[in-house]
């Protein structure tokens, strides 16, 4: 399996967690940060179904939600799923990195969320 | 600093313009400002264009030098404006400061958009280049996407549902219809989108919970103004209407890293900036234009600006509050919902039709009775970059 390729950034000196990368920290300015990667499992914060989607992508449908991780990192993934008939707010994920969209015949890699409740 | 009002407006029917290009539609509705603003051949100081997309739908850019050239306002100092779907309210403020200052007398603000150029896909796609380039786009995430998320969690927050959201729909449907400016001038109703088996084919999911209706059209449109000193303006033939007040806030780029992503911090600040300036309360105003791009929007933004408590807008769209002859009647227009929503048109086309009902020009089935204060909400991002408009009617 392929590890998790994103990295947050925690502010030095009040702890905020970002992601993804800001200059100065959103709340006490500080530009120290330390790199931290996302850790654990993955609450499913919110989710939708996307029926129109945009050029570049050659299907029906996609499930898109935000998730946030033990060490409170929130990011934006897709999610492995067939409908959002199995899935809740709050439900745990699992994050798995993994091709999201190909771009002149590359695959382009990034989160994917799998339900595990 | 001077107090600035309007002297002119001018909008184009918005819609399916396939005859006309992008600069055909910003100078068909500068022209009718022009005129309306009594300036005939006349020129102006300066000319400010609202546009998202030329650049990346039209491969045109530049597209104020050429505007000006286009309509013979030369030498006039002109720039785009683009600032995502706020475009058109980030014009009318540069234009708003200019006279202002004092630096500039007469000024056009035109905002404009051709999106059915290409196709549904190409469209979601140019919008969708708003979001977040590194951590939101490359997942494929359209702005009824960002919408739909946010929905879904205002759904279980305030206990809004789809009987809210259609509410919403029917009421600036049917005002659409009434609006001869309107992209969608068709009155829908609630068995056709909710309660038949019909609706599961009329209204299907673009992004869950949101349905088709929940949606704006995507739309080719242009509106205009004419800003001038509210001293100069009070001495041309028609009511002056006094930009009172403006506000304009910023919110996080991702929707991921809101405390509360069902708060629309920016919505509120820019909102109270602009009834601060005014010297005006939210029950002051006597009619809104709010950025309803979708339904959950007209909603959220009622509660943000200050009309209702929080969790109440809802089920005051549901009462009838917000319709015309309301507590305050929103998007009497049809809103972008049925107007549509050319995106660098959309916040000049507000403060058009905010004009037109404090003006009282309007047909007695679309005026608000004796408005003299109103209210514009332009929400760029998913709510990272907002501006509104607090327009007076001003007694000559």
């Known amino acids: 399996m392929m590890s998790i390729n994103i990295v947050a950034y925690k502010c030095k000196k009040c702890g905020r967690v970002h992601f993804p990368f800001h200059d100065r920290c959103l709340a006490c300015k500080s530009r120290e940060f330390e790199e931290i990667a996302p850790k654990g499992n993955a609450k499913l914060l919110t989710y939708t179904t996307i029926f129109n989607l945009p050029w570049g992508f050659d299907q029906r449908f996609l499930i898109i939600g935000i998730a946030e991780f033990e060490n409170g990192v929130k990011a934006m993934g897709q999610v492995d799923a067939q409908s959002v008939e199995g899935l809740k707010l709050g439900m745990k994920v699992r994050p798995n990195w993994a091709s999201v969209r190909q771009q002149h015949g590359e695959d382009i890699y990034g989160l994917k969320f799998e339900p595990i409740e | ?396």
Not at chain 2, 181 to 207: C, F, T
């Open chain 2, 1 to 396: 600093m001077r107090d600035v009002a309007i002297i002119g407006v001018g909008m184009i029917p918005f819609g399916r313009r396939d005859e006309d290009s992008l600069m055909d539609l910003l100078a068909y509705a500068s022209l009718k400002a022009l005129d309306d603003a009594g300036l005939g051949d006349k020129s102006v100081n300066a000319v400010y264009v609202g546009n998202m997309g030329g650049g990346i739908i039209q491969h045109q850019t530049a597209i104020a030098s050429s505007l000006v050239d286009r309509l013979s306002l030369l030498p006039a100092a002109a720039e785009t404006v683009e600032n995502g779907p706020a475009s058109g309210g980030s014009a009318v403020k540069n234009g708003l400061l200019a006279v202002a200052s004092g630096y500039y007398d007469y000024v056009l603000v035109v905002g404009g958009e051709k999106m059915r150029e290409v196709t549904g896909w190409k469209a979601t796609d140019f919008v969708s280049t708003m979001t977040h380039p590194e951590v939101e786009y490359p997942y494929g995430v359209t702005l009824p996407g960002m919408a739909g998320m946010f929905t879904r969690l205002y759904m279980e927050k305030y206990g809004v549902t789809r009987e809210h959201l259609t509410a919403v729909a029917i009421k600036n449907q049917d005002m659409g219809a009434l609006n001869p400016y309107a992209h969608v001038e068709m009155s829908i109703s609630r068995e056709g989108i909710l309660d038949s088996p019909h609706s599961v084919v009329n209204n299907p999911p673009v992004a869950d919970p949101l349905h088709l209706y929940d949606a704006c059209p995507v739309s080719d449109g242009a509106a205009a103004v004419i800003l001038c000193p509210l001293e100069t303006a009070k001495k041309t033939g028609k009511p002056p209407v006094l930009i009172a007040g403006f506000g304009q806030a910023t919110d996080t780029h991702t929707l991921q890293e809101r405390d509360d992503p069902t708060d629309l911090k920016a919505v509120s600040l820019a909102a109270k900036q602009a009834f601060e300036m005014a010297k005006l309360k939210p029950a002051d105003i006597h009619v809104a234009e709010l950025h309803d791009a979708f339904t959950i929007l007209e909603i959220a933004e009622s509660e943000h600006v200050g009309f209702f408590k929080k969790g109440e807008g809802a089920i005051a769209a549901l009462a009838g509050k917000t319709k015309l002859g309301g507590q305050i009647p929103i998007n009497v227009s049809g809103g972008l919902k049925a107007r549509g929503h050319p995106v660098g048109a959309t916040g000049v086309a507000q403060v058009v039709e905010i004009t037109f009902q404090l003006r009282h020009e309007l047909p007695k089935n679309r005026q608000v009775k004796g408005a003299e204060n109103g209210l514009t909400v332009n929400f760029g991002g998913f709510g990272n970059n907002v501006l509104a408009f607090v327009l007076r009617r001003v007694q000559q």
